[in-house]
Structure formats: structure tokens, C-alpha cells
């Protein structure tokens, strides 16, 4: 009971109109228990400070950072950058048959009305723009990289992909990294067609 007492007076007369030092309530506003929590050491972001010049506490990630689950794509639209592709980029899934069937499926969407359903580049869109679409097991026809379309590298397929080429339009909106590559595995197979 006396704590009860004790307690309440407490309550009451931190309701005063005078501050603690008896002078009428003017200007002392309370005091702070734990002011690190209002007013925090740290800065907030972007909050004038002396530690970087542009004020950017929310920093920049380390150059050359990759972001999780993306594949770094460093090759530009042009004839270079297609055949360095080719000698660089390496396939990073197994050609194991969960990937193949996966990539025949998205073959299935994405080119084979074009290419065709076994990639004999005949395929159900006859219109006169897609008329010299080639072969993948073709081995005569000389194509950008000097070889054949069934000599075209993993790397060459991903950019052709990627970025299209001519009448192809890119399909990297479409398809994501992972997707071309498994893509890529059933190409590989559809190279190999013997005629
Ligand atoms: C709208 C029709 C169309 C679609 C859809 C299409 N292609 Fe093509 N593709 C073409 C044409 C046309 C060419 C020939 C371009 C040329 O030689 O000028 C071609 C060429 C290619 C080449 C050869 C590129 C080179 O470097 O010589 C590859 C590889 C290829 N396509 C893969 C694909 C894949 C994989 C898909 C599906 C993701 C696809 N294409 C979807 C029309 C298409």
C-alpha cells in the first residue's frame, strides 16, 4: 500500500505546471531517458556529414559487385564482342537431361515458330522477312563467325540470343539468362542432326 501511495504521488506531481527546479513551467522540456533513441549516433541517409564529400551515406556498391542470381553479360551488340563471346563464354549448366527438356520447352515458345520444331529453320512463319532462316546442323553455309551454323559456339548462341540479328529481334526481354542457356542445351543437340 505505502509503495501505492509513494507510486501515485510520483505520477502526480511529474503532472505539475513547474519544472523540477520550482521555477513555473516555461521552457525545461522533461527530461529524455535513452536520447540515442531519438537522436541517433548514426547518420541518416543521405544527412549532412563530414565523412563523405556528396553527403551519400547510403553508399555505392564496390565496383565490379555482381548482384545474387544475375549473370554478368560484359559483351556489346557488335561483330567483336559476338565473336569474343563465342571464345570466352562457357555454357555454365550441364547438358544433363533435365536441362535439354527444359530447353526444348522454351525452344518450343520462343523459336520454334521460327526455326522450326526440329530447327531445320522451317518453321510455321512463312512470311518473306524470315525466309533465309538457317539450319542449326547446317554445315555448308559460311556464317559471321567463318564457321557453320552447327560449328556456332555456346557463347555465339547466347549472344545471337541476347541481341538478335537482323530480322531476329533480341530476345533478352523474353528469355533470362538461365533460361537461354538451357536454350542453348537443346540447340546444342539440334546441331548435331544428322541430315
Ligand atoms: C521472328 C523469327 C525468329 C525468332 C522468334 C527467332 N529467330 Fe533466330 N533467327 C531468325 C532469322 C531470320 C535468323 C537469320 C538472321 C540472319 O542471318 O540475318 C536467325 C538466326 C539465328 C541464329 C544464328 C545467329 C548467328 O550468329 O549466325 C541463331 C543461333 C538463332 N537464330 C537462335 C534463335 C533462338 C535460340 C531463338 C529463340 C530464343 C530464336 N532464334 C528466335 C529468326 C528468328
Not at 553527403?55 to 559476338?82: C, H, I, K, M
Not at 524470315?130 to 560449328?151: C, F, H, K, L
Request: proline share 6%.
Amino acid at each position: 500500500m505505502k509503495y501505492i501511495v509513494v507510486f501515485l504521488m510520483i505520477i502526480i506531481s511529474s503532472c505539475g505546471d513547474s519544472s523540477s527546479d520550482g521555477k513555473p513551467f516555461t521552457k525545461h522540456p522533461g527530461y529524455e531517458y535513452m536520447p540515442n533513441m531519438y537522436r541517433s549516433p548514426s547518420y541518416e541517409t543521405y544527412s549532412e556529414n563530414s565523412l563523405f564529400s556528396n553527403n551519400s551515406t547510403a553508399r555505392e556498391p564496390v565496383v565490379g559487385t555482381v548482384a545474387r542470381g544475375t549473370f554478368p553479360f560484359q559483351y556489346e551488340n557488335t561483330l567483336e564482342d559476338y565473336l569474343r563471346a563465342g571464345n570466352e563464354l562457357m555454357n555454365p549448366l550441364s547438358s544433363n537431361e533435365k536441362n535439354i527438356e527444359e530447353g526444348e520447352a522454351l525452344y518450343g515458345m520462343f523459336c520454334a515458330h521460327c526455326h522450326g520444331k526440329n530447327g531445320n529453320g522451317k518453321g510455321s512463319i512463312t512470311h518473306p522477312v524470315y525466309g533465309a532462316i538457317p539450319a542449326y546442323n547446317d554445315r555448308v553455309q559460311i556464317r559471321r563467325t567463318g564457321t557453320t551454323m552447327s560449328e556456332l559456339k555456346d557463347g555465339n548462341l547466347y549472344h545471337a540470343i541476347t541481341y538478335g540479328l537482323n530480322a531476329m529481334g533480341p530476345h533478352a526481354s523474353q528469355v533470362t539468362p538461365e533460361e537461354r542457356w538451357k536454350i542453348i542445351c537443346y540447340i546444342n543437340e539440334l546441331q548435331t542432326i544428322e541430315d
